[in-house]
């Protein structure tokens, strides 16, 4: 018979047990359960960023070149649901007015006052509906000689079944081609 040594008082005999395998079990499924809980949290925010309102405004018809302003602009709704009470105004933010050659961009174009006139107030605007706007229509100006402007669209709406606005500021600039005529190009905002 073989002869177990004697521990000294105090000292407790570790016994090789089955919670080693419990253990390392639980501790798998712990990891599974972070692994879960990490995918529903990236699964609702790019859910969210999904269906985030999104307007587009983008320049359709050519300015006349005797009227810069004359082109028309197209806001569209692009996502699934309507926006309601939407709002649109715009800002001429610089020109550059003369029979110069220099129709390069300005260095600083600070927002000026919003336009008074609000043609498009309190609408509805549909699941990819478009709707098409003339900033000319908005402004009180029509600069003749115009050689470089800045204008900004602010739209105001609120999402399908959501109590608050949003506000959206989108900027264009124009440039003057070859052939006379001006177009608009879109610039980031500030």
Known sequence: ?????????????????????????????????????????????????????????????????????????????????????????????CARIGLEDNTSPMEKCPPSMRTSKQLWTNHTLEPHEPYEISPGDLLFVTPGALLYAQISFYISYKPWKVPYHLNKELRFETRRRSDGKIEWLHIPAD
């Not at 008082?9 to 919670?19: D, E, F, L, M, N």
Request: net charge positive; glycine share 8%; aromatic share 8%.
């Open 1 to 93: 018979m073989k002869k177990q040594k004697r521990l000294k008082p105090g000292v407790k005999r570790i016994q090789p047990s089955a919670t080693s395998s419990a253990q390392s079990e639980s501790t798998v499924w712990s990891v599974i359960r972070k692994i879960g809980a990490i995918g529903a949290i990236l699964g609702l925010l790019y859910t969210i960023l999904r269906f985030w309102p999104q307007l587009s405004i983008e320049p359709t018809a050519a300015a006349e070149p005797s009227n810069p302003l004359s082109g028309y602009f197209k806001v569209t709704n692009e996502q699934g649901y309507p926006l309601t009470d939407v709002g649109i105004e715009v800002s001429l933010r």
